[in-house]
């Protein structure tokens, strides 16, 4: 929802509430009016009591000798009364006013007539006669035009002080009524407003109410729809956007969809903690939306793994230029406590609709795309539909190696590691690859980072194993003594659980401990270093030797090698490498010597090409090395027939 339409739908809450509070305080208004009105009428009612009280008490009272008005009133009684009432009558005071007995005879009336006396059997005549008082608005034009005020009381002589009959006196409303009316509308005037007020502030409240629930849901939405890590759209929002520039594509208007992926976060998130790999999170996601156009659209898809749109990108070359830019800004570098990282990324690019007619077609060729990316050099790859039958993103790939453990699919190449002094061989490390059915014998690269990143290096792991001690007994029994040596993951480190699987797999195949190297990265023995310390000295215990593998690039600390019982520390083929050119690569490969001797480690070099590395490396103490010099990764049987032949020919 727009901002715009928001502000509509507010508008009109705010009309309906207010309209709706506009109902109770209306009727709250009439509720209080009619109040007024019967307060009125009760004020007018007592008003009239008391003046008729003060005739009873006055005028008729003092003019009565106290016998009962049924034996009639003497000629002195009606001289008095008439006096009294020609005078009230005169100033108004009394419209009408008569004297009855308890029976409802007529003693005196100051008009001398009875017409239009209330009847003994009215309620309140009865009220009056029993000793009450009733009191009546009436408009009878018998008695007097207009309304008038009707009270029926006792009749109180004043000699006796006893009760002789009833008093039925009309007095004048109009200045009652008068008085009543400037009353209540002065009370209307407070009441309408103190009742505009009131309206005032519930629409106040109804507006500021509407306002807070339009900024709430407005809130709601935003984080409905955005990462709260990094404020980027998250994968609702991406796949809106995504879905309207497919739309947008049909009618024409192209452009291009981007998935990437952080290389080798994990590793920054296993090592430097979660608190470090938000942070680098964070500036990935700043550096991406300050990279790119204000209507590009960024999007955090979890993980390390991020989306972008790109409308109106039909230039195919401009966007790769594009982004291979955006990648390089992504890879400079950062640190993040304490530590100088450098990000690299994978991206996939996917052009719509020349490539994809449906938002999940786009989704998955440039996630093959990406993948591609991962496992190639340039780091940006475009989805090309010409390879469509290679189905390489990481969700098929999942599925295929499980299937591949299942089919026996995965098979174990060797590559040797001589000794650099007599050249001897004096162990193999196992190197797995995967036959697929369709796209031929695959390199570790194009599976094994799905794997990692999967439950399924546990099995795979396993399976290796299992089929590397197979393999060495078969050479051990054509009298060929012979290490092996076996990848771990840092998920392997995860649980003493491996290292009691490693050793049902020795007893299994009959294998002696130390005849099992399993080569371990820093950066698996830095994930979760106190279980990973506990699994290696667990497996040392048994005595199966332990190997630091590609020593040099991660993270691991001295005190921590200082603590594990390590067997090996392998130079990084990286460091290797660079050994005829650089004295930089020199000077570290000669530390890392020196250091793995003082721990007590053999020490070996991966990637030795040439004779002039391996003459440096054993000039420089280093005890053992392997690389394509002496041999490629091939089947333990080549490998033997091929040491095997060289050991005869140096014999002759």
Known sequence: MTSRSRRRTGSRLFVVYAAASLVPVAVLGAVLLRGYHDQALERGREQGRAQAAVIDEMAIGPALTGADLATGLSDTELE??????????????????????FGGAVAFSDDGSVLGAVSPTDPAFRTAAAGGTDVQIVDDPQQAPGATVRVLQPVIAAASGQA????????????????????????????????????????????????????????????????????LANRELFRRVAGDAVQDGQRGEGGALVLVDLDHFKEVNDTLGHHAGDELLKVVAQRLHGALRTDDT????????????????????????????????????????????????????????????SLEELLQHADAAMYQG?????????????????????????QELRLALERDELVLHYQPKLDLGSGEVHGVEALVRWEHPERGLLQPGQFLPVAERSELIEPLTVWVLRRALADHARWTAQGVAWTVAVNVSARNLGSLDFARTVAALLEETGTPPEQL?????????????????????????????????????????????????????KIDRTFVAGLSGSEQDR?????????????GCTVTAEGVETEDVARWLSDAGCDRAQGYLWMRPAPWTEVVSAFSAAHERSLT
């Open 80 to 101: 008095r009364l008439r006096s009294a009432t020609d005078l009230a009558l005169f100033h108004g005071s009394v419209v009408r006013l008569r004297l009855r007995s």
């Open 164 to 231: 002789i009959g009833v008093l039925e006196v009309y007095l004048p409303y109009d200045a009652i009524a008068a008085k009543v009316q400037a009353e209540t509308r002065r009370a209307i005037w407070h009441l309408g407003l103190s009742l505009l007020a009131l309206y005032a502030v519930l629409a106040l409240i109804s507006w500021w109410t509407t306002r807070a629930l339009r900024r709430h849901a407005a809130a709601h939405e935003h984080q409905a729809l955005h990462d709260p890590l990094t404020g």
């Open 298 to 357: 960024v999007a955090r898809l979890g993980g390390d793994e991020f989306g972008i749109v790109l409308p109106r990108a039909t230039d195919r070359t401009g966007t790769v230029a594009l982004l291979a830019r955006v990648r390089s800004q992504l890879a400079e570098e950062i640190v993040i406590h304490g530590v100088r990282l450098s990000v690299e990324a994978s991206f996939g690019v996917c052009f719509y609709p020349d490539d994809a007619q």
């Open 374 to 398: 991962k496992n190639g050099t340039t780091g940006v790859v475009v989805y090309e539909p010409a390879g469509e039958h290679h189905p390489t993103h990481s969700l098929v790939v999942q």
């Open 517 to 569: 190297h399993l080569e371990v990265t820093e950066t698996a023995l830095a994930f979760d270093p106190e279980t990973a310390a506990a699994v290696v000295s667990e497996l040392a215990r048994q005595g199966i030797q332990i190997s630091v593998d590609d020593f040099g690039i991660g993270f691991t600390s001295l005190s921590q090698l200082r603590t594990l019982t390590v067997a090996e520390v």
């Open 587 to 599: 000077a570290i490969v000669g530390s890392v010597i020196g250091l793995g001797h003082s721990l």
